[in-house]
C-alpha cells in the first residue's frame, strides 16, 4: 500500500506540471495533503500511537481540506480561473519533470535510507514532490500557482521525513503545519490585495515597482 501511495504522489506532481487551471491544482494539492497523510497511518497500522494518529490526522483535514478551502475563497474573491502565460509551457513541464523524476530516482538510489519506512519508492517521491513544489514557484507566474508550489515543497519534506526517521518527525510536522498554515493564511490576503490594487496575478509585472 506505500508503494501504492508514493506512485500516485508522484503521478499528482506529473499532474500539476501539466495542468493550467488554479481550481485543478488547488484539488491535486489537497488530494496530495490527504494522501500523505492516509498514508502515514496506513504503514504504521500494525504500532499506531494515539499521538501520531492526531498528527496524521490533523496533517489530513489541514493540508487536504483547510489549505484547498481557503485558496478556493483567495480565488473566488480574486477571480482568477487559470494561470495563464506562465514562464515554462504545459509539455516543456512534463518533459522537465520526467527529468526531475529521473533525478529522483537517481537520488533515492544513492541515498539508501533506513527509516522505520522502507518503501523504496518514497524517497524518490519525495524528492519529486520537492522539485515539483519548487519547479512551481519559480516557472509559473501567478502568485496563487507559486503558493500552491510553496505547499507541494512542504508535502515533499515531510514525505522525506517520514522516510528517514519514521515517527520522529512527527513532532516537527506540526510546528511545519503551523508554519504553512500561517504562510498560506498571509499568502491569500496578501494575494487578494494585489488583485485588488493591480487587477491582476502575475507576480511578474509586480517587478516593475522596484525602485
Known amino acids: ?16 506540471l501539466g495542468i493550467s487551471m488554479v481550481n485543478t491544482g488547488i484539488l491535486i494539492v489537497g488530494l496530495q495533503g490527504a494522501l500523505l497523510g492516509a498514508f502515514v497511518i496506513a504503514v504504521n497500522a500494525p504500532a499506531l500511537s494515539p499521538r501520531l494518529f492526531v498528527i496524521a490526522c490533523a496533517g489530513i483535514a489541514i493540508k487536504g481540506f483547510l489549505f484547498p478551502l481557503l485558496l478556493r475563497r483567495t480565488i473566488k474573491e480574486a477571480n482568477i480561473q487559470r494561470d495563464m502565460n506562465p514562464f515554462v509551457g504545459a509539455s516543456l513541464s512534463l ?3 520526467i527529468l526531475m523524476l529521473a533525478s529522483a530516482l537517481w537520488l533515492g538510489a544513492e541515498l539508501p535510507l533506513t527509516g522505520v519506512i522502507r518503501a523504496p519508492f518514497t524517497v524518490p ?7 515539483t513544489g519548487l519547479f512551481l514557484i519559480i516557472a509559473r507566474k501567478k502568485a496563487l500557482t507559486q503558493c500552491l508550489g510553496y505547499i507541494v515543497f512542504e508535502n515533499g519534506i515531510y514525505a522525506f521525513g517520514v ?3 519514521g515517527e520522529i518527525p512527527s513532532l516537527v510536522e506540526l510546528g511545519l ?10 499568502m491569500g490576503i496578501a494575494i487578494y490585495r494585489i488583485n485588488q490594487e493591480f487587477d491582476h496575478m502575475d507576480a511578474d ?3 516593475s515597482l522596484k525602485g
Open 1 to 16: 500500500m506505500s508503494e501504492t501511495c508514493m506512485m500516485v504522489l508522484i503521478v499528482l506532481d506529473l499532474a500539476l
Open 95 to 97: 518533459l522537465i519533470g
Open 125 to 131: 517521491a519525495s524528492f519529486m514532490t520537492m522539485f
Open 163 to 165: 522516510a528517514a526517521v
Open 177 to 186: 503545519l503551523l508554519d504553512a498554515f500561517v504562510a498560506v493564511f498571509v
Open 205 to 207: 509585472e509586480l517587478r
